[in-house]
């Protein structure tokens, strides 16, 4: 398609998209009276106004129910978190079995690990890219640590080419066959989050389980932004935090994805809790513990239902517009977002140089735009002025339109603003 970088051709593209009408659905944090130009939809998403209702909700059946709550709210607090796994699993391309919510995202890594790495003296190597988020760094040498391994030897990092952005699939893949049968894991975040590449998880998987290892995804910045086939990728587990694309509010519950093949396997182990015991017997109070089906034996505390509630409530709209629409409206805005870039680029004689690959299929909301000699002085104007995008050091900023509520007319915007940034420095 051609674009133009003017207003009317923006607004053309708001009245013929479809997901507009949703924008009305979510509550935008105010800049001199209107409504910000939100590109930070990659680290909390806005809130669904129906999200009120749905806390409210639970407030209430506190209130009238007290402990009765449990079982006789409106939608009962036992078994709140099996609400999600229809839905979820669209979401990520799973069987519903599959797919739990529960914990926070590293604590769920740190569980996962518990089933999935199992070193021994000669298989316990973690391939993992460089730069991962810290936390997942952190967690990872943790577990090495934990089991006795030193980090420096223990896990390999994924490196990309010099003067390069991005990793190149065909340097991942060799480096899982030279690290061969040591090899007992690969974790990688599935989008990056400093750069936004999308990694080939079908391929990936693929080659760490061709020399028998486990692979597993950090879905952070995938769940909720990209096309997910878990289950047909032969994924062995994931997680993801819900409150970035998925709009569930600060620090809200995370999901997790364990293959149906470990269901019920005796021989991967898991730290339990009475959450993961059959429900049917889970109030009887008895010394053995009896694993639910699926994903959800790996509950372990009772359902902290106020933080599941936004995200149930998000999750509905997930439903109702699908992921394939979304997708759609993603490709659309964000090729938009990258021509404005360049426009601008070029009328006023910068250097922007976006970072994230160009290629639509290893990319997916996000935009990490390397600001050559522009720097924070610019990022602060932006904020000042209507925009909320977020700074990485040391000179990248990052733009996620969401495609549930971000507008063509927004990208328009922002890019009069930012040229007014830089010519006005
Ligand atoms: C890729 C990635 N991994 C892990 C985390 C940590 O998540 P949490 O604090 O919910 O454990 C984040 C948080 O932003 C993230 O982006």
């Not at 460089?130 to 577990?143: G, L, T, V, W």
């Not at 991967?268 to 809790?273: A, S, Y």
Request: glycine residues 6%; negative net charge.
């Amino acid at each position: 398609m051609q674009f133009e970088n003017s207003r009317t051709f923006a607004q053309q593209l708001d009245a013929k998209d479809p997901l507009a009408k949703y924008r009305n659905e979510f509550i935008f944090p105010q800049i001199n009276n209107k409504d910000a130009i939100y590109f930070t939809g990659n680290s909390l998403g806005l809130q669904p106004r129906s999200a009120q209702n749905y806390v409210n909700d639970i407030m209430s059946d506190w209130g009238n129910f007290a402990v009765e709550g449990h079982f006789q709210a409106e939608k009962p607090w036992w078994d709140y978190h099996e609400r999600f796994a229809e839905q979820l699993s669209k979401v990520v391309g799973a069987k519903p079995k599959e797919v739990t919510v529960m914990n926070t995202l590293t604590v769920n890594l740190h569980l996962m690990m518990v089933s999935f790495y199992r070193p021994t003296k000669k298989r316990y190597k973690i391939i993992c890219e460089e730069k991962a988020f810290p936390s997942d760094q952190y967690m990872i040498s943790s577990q090495v640590r934990f089991h006795g391994f030193d980090p420096e030897d223990a896990i390999v990092e994924l490196k990309k080419r010099d003067g390069e952005h991005n990793f190149r699939t065909e340097d991942i893949l060799a480096k899982i066959e030279e690290v061969g049968e040591e090899c007992a894991l690969v974790l990688i975040g599935g989008v990056n989050y400093y750069t936004g590449q999308v990694f080939d998880m079908k391929t990936i998987t693929e080659a760490g389980h061709k020399v028998g290892a486990f692979v597993g995804w950090d879905l952070a910045h995938a769940a909720g932004n990209i096309k997910l086939e878990l289950h047909d990728w032969d994924v062995d587990f994931a997680a993801w935090c819900s409150y970035k694309y998925m709009n569930s509010g600060p620090g809200s519950a995370s999901g997790c994805f364990v293959n149906e093949k470990y269901h019920n396997q005796k021989d991967i182990p898991r730290f339990e809790g009475w959450w993961g015991h059959n429900k049917d017997r889970r109030f009887l109070m008895e010394p053995e513990f009896q694993p639910e089906d699926g994903a959800n034996a790996w509950q372990i505390s009772n359902a902290p239902v106020l933080a599941l509630a936004p995200y149930l409530a998000s999750l509905q709209m997930f439903d109702e517009v699908g992921m394939d629409a979304l997708i759609e409206k993603r490709n659309k805005i964000v090729a938009y977002l990258e021509f404005i870039l360049h426009e601008i680029d070029k009328e006023v004689d910068s250097t922007f140089e976006v970072i994230t690959p160009a290629n639509q299929e290893e990319r997916g909301t996000q935009l990490s735009v390397f600001l050559h000699g522009e720097g924070k002085e610019l990022f602060n104007y932006l904020m000042q002025n209507g925009v909320i995008p977020d700074w990485r050091e040391p000179n990248v900023i990052r733009l996620a339109p969401a495609p549930f509520y971000c507008s063509y007319e927004d990208m328009y915007e922002f890019g009069q603003i930012l040229k007014r940034g830089i010519l006005e420095k």
